[in-house]
């Protein structure tokens, strides 16, 4: 969606802190714009990541998905950049959602510092990767 797009509906978006251990999991809406932490996924298997994340986008029902990129400090991308855009393209194809990514180059270091948040970090992290997303794209309701 172009930047200042004005929005005729309601959209829920979730999205993700892809991480190969855990992945943090963030629900919100373009009338609230704010990110509400769902949960970490850490499961054994990508099999079983992919079920647990089925059942939330049948509970959540999002419009669109969003990906955090890690890049280093530059803005350019490095080994995690690939498999996150490689989860993103995965998350298209089994759930035929759109999919954007966003910067997330200071989510989780923003978050460490914060002992309250060690338990969910990922979940906080995606949290702010989406308010981060809703900034980037300017909704208009």
């Given at each position: 969606?172009?930047?200042?797009?004005?929005?005729?509906?309601?959209?829920?978006?979730?999205?993700?802190?892809?991480?190969?251990?855990?992945?943090?999991?963030?629900?919100?809406?373009?009338?609230?714009?704010?990110?509400?932490?769902?949960?970490?996924?850490?499961?054994?298997?990508?099999?079983?990541?992919?079920?647990?994340?089925?059942?939330?986008?049948?509970?959540?029902?999002?419009?669109?998905?969003?990906?955090?990129?890690?890049?280093?400090?530059?803005?350019?991308?490095?080994?995690?950049?690939?498999?996150?855009?490689?989860?993103?393209?995965?998350?298209?194809?089994?759930?035929?959602?759109?999919v954007?990514w966003?910067?997330?180059?200071y989510?989780?270091?923003?978050?460490?510092?914060?002992?309250?948040?060690?338990?969910?970090?990922?979940?906080?992290?995606?949290?702010?990767?989406?308010?981060?997303?809703?900034?980037?794209?300017?909704?208009?309701?």
């Amino acid at each position: 969606m172009p930047k200042g797009t004005k929005v005729d509906k309601d959209f829920t978006i979730m999205a993700f802190d892809y991480g190969t251990r855990r992945i943090g999991v963030a629900v919100g809406n373009t009338v609230t714009k704010l990110g509400q932490p769902l949960k970490s996924i850490a499961e054994s298997s990508s099999d079983a990541s992919f079920k647990a994340i089925e059942d939330l986008l049948k509970e959540w029902q999002p419009n669109r998905l969003v990906v955090g990129l890690p890049c280093h400090p530059d803005g350019t991308e490095h080994e995690m950049s690939a498999k996150a855009h490689r989860f993103g393209n995965q998350l298209h194809g089994r759930f035929h959602l759109p999919v954007e990514w966003v910067d997330e180059r200071y989510t989780s270091a923003v978050l460490e510092g914060n002992p309250d948040m060690r338990d969910n970090l990922d979940a906080e992290s995606a949290a702010l990767i989406l308010e981060q997303y809703f900034l980037e794209k300017n909704w208009i309701n």
